[in-house]
Nanobody, 119 residues
Framework: QVQLVESGGGLVQAGGSLRLSCAAS????????MEWYRQAPGKQRELVAT???????NYTDAVKGRFTISRDNAENRVSLQMSSLKFEDTAVYYC?????????????WGQGTQVTVSS
């Protein structure tokens, strides 16, 4: 099992910045992709950013140029630096980790952290 705990959410004005962090614990070997998702009220959960075990990154178009995902494999941690925040970035942000177990990918989720951007 992998436990994920997010931190760093909060209230920020539009144009401001926040840094989310996610700490992984438990059985943390064979973790491949780590991702950040978000879910805004009344909307479906969406993938925000991905980082592979070799640090290849990918972002949804809405956050390209504003958000940066990074990971520290020694610390078993993934972060999301969010800049130039917009009202529409308001959501609960979830960290995920994908671990290879007996040939299958298993996804683990954190409990989420609220990000609120005031306009």
């Amino acid at each position: 099992q992998v436990q994920l705990v997010e931190s760093g959410g909060g209230l920020v004005q539009a144009g401001g910045s926040l840094r989310l962090s996610c700490a992984a614990s438990g059985i943390v070997y064979n973790i491949n992709d780590m991702e950040w998702y978000r879910q805004a009220p009344g909307k479906q959960r969406e993938l925000v950013a991905t980082i592979t075990s070799s640090n290849t990154t990918n972002y949804t178009d809405a956050v390209k140029g504003r958000f940066t995902i990074s990971r520290d494999n020694a610390e078993n941690r993934v972060s999301l630096q969010m800049s130039s925040l917009k009202f529409e970035d308001t959501a609960v942000y979830y960290c995920t980790a994908r671990r290879l177990v007996a040939g299958d990918d298993i996804d683990y989720w954190g409990q989420g952290t609220q990000v609120t951007v005031s306009s």
